[in-house]
């Protein structure tokens, strides 16, 4: 099975700074069609969770374009180029490539 | 517009069942491959089962032998069957689709 480690645990930020989330997975991430599907997911308090990226650097419909994924085979990061108070909230990686995996959760609260 | 809404949960005693659903609407469920995920109180998620457009089903370790993923092509709709129920699959069980989630049905498997 496939881990996928995020770091950190808790991202404390100051609006309008940047924040930067860390996803790893225990092996490649790159299917065999050649599509490496790792996605990104919010999760605001007491709401269900929205995708906002998925394979590795696409921005859903309506993602802000302060959000940006990247990375490549087991290392993938998540950037928010300047943190806005509605930023605050869990942010999940997943994994599609072998089944679904989560990670663990990176919890971003303002400062 | 692509929408899913649960039904389903509420208290069970261990060792009972569940049958949730999720109606979906904007999309054929038969066509694309569907998940449960479900979040333990204070949690982070966890992938718990899906089923592809052609019908393989997959489970996580965790509800192998217990939990069956299924659809009815004519309802639209996806179910998860939740038998021997333990306490630690108290949780909300999101099914989702390509990016979209559901607003979530809570279980509570309690005596």
């Known amino acids: 099975d496939i881990v996928m480690t995020q770091s950190p645990l808790s991202l404390p930020v100051t609006l309008g700074q940047p924040a930067s989330i860390s996803c790893r997975s225990s092996?490649?991430?790159?299917?065999?069609?050649?599509?490496?599907?790792l996605n990104w997911f919010q999760q605001r308090p007491g709401q269900s969770p929205r995708r906002l990226i998925y394979k590795v650097s696409n921005r859903d419909s309506g993602v802000p374009d302060r959000f940006s994924g990247s990375g490549s085979g087991t290392d993938f990061t998540l950037k928010i180029s300047r943190v806005e108070a509605e930023d605050v909230g869990v942010y999940y990686c997943?994994?599609?490539?072998?089944?679904?995996?989560f990670g663990g959760g990176t919890k971003v609260e303002i400062k | 517009e692509v929408q899913l809404v649960e039904s389903g949960g509420g208290l069970v005693q261990p060792g009972g069942s569940l049958r949730l659903s999720c109606a979906a609407s904007g999309f054929t469920v038969s066509s694309n491959y569907m998940s449960w995920v479900r979040q333990a109180p204070g949690k982070g998620l966890e992938w718990v089962s899906l089923i592809y457009s052609g019908g393989s089903t997959y489970y996580a370790d965790s509800v192998k032998g217990r939990f069956a993923i299924s659809r009815d092509n004519s309802k639209n709709t996806l179910y998860l069957q939740m038998n021997s129920l333990r306490p630690e699959d108290t949780a909300v069980y999101y099914c989702?689709?390509?990016?979209?989630w559901g607003q979530g049905t809570l279980v509570t498997v309690s005596s």
């Open positions: 092996q490649s991430l790159v299917h065999s069609d050649g599509n490496t599907y």
């Open positions: 989702t689709f390509s990016g979209y």
């Open positions: 997943m994994q599609g490539t072998h089944l679904l995996t």
